[in-house]
């Protein structure tokens, strides 16, 4: 088995105090961070192609595109949606949106490479 276009996630997160720009250094608003909702599109990816795996594989990111467009306030809940628009070879090409209850606040693409989780690590171990 192994990832097909258009498979997809939806997941929601709430928007806490640890997820603000002040928090993870970002910035000095108390509001959603920038890095915090890519990690969350990144989290939608990986929900949506971890199912269909091999055993022993993973993903890992290797390139991102997000626009942020618009601030979201502590307690706000967050959609994120990814869907899988393209496999070539073992890079996946992901379009990824976040929505508040007042519209869109983030939309963009991030690309993952499936690889052996065994492999990579045995690479990235200290030396």
């Known amino acids: 088995?192994?990832?097909e276009a258009g498979a997809s996630a939806t997941i929601e997160?709430?928007?806490?105090?640890?997820?603000?720009a002040a928090a993870?250094?970002?910035?000095d608003m108390d509001v959603l961070a920038t890095p915090q909702v890519l990690a969350w599109c990144e989290a939608?990816?990986?929900?949506a192609v971890t199912p269909s795996l091999p055993p022993g594989d993973t993903t890992v990111g290797t390139a991102v595109r997000l626009d942020h467009v618009r601030a979201t306030a502590v307690g706000s809940t967050v959609?994120?949606?990814?869907?899988?628009?393209?496999?070539?070879?073992?890079?996946?090409t992901f379009d990824v949106a976040a929505r508040d209850r007042?519209?869109?606040i983030a939309s963009g693409?991030?690309?993952?490479?499936?690889v052996s989780r065994a492999r990579f690590m045995e690479r990235v171990s200290p030396r």
């Open 44 to 47: 939608a990816t990986v929900a």
């Open 1 to 3: 088995m192994s990832p």
């Open 24 to 27: 993870v250094g970002s910035g």
């Open 109 to 114: 693409q991030v690309v993952r490479v499936v």
């Open 79 to 92: 959609r994120i949606h990814a869907t899988l628009t393209e496999v070539d070879g073992r890079r996946l």
């Open 102 to 104: 007042e519209g869109e």
């Open 13 to 20: 997160r709430v928007v806490g105090e640890g997820h603000t």
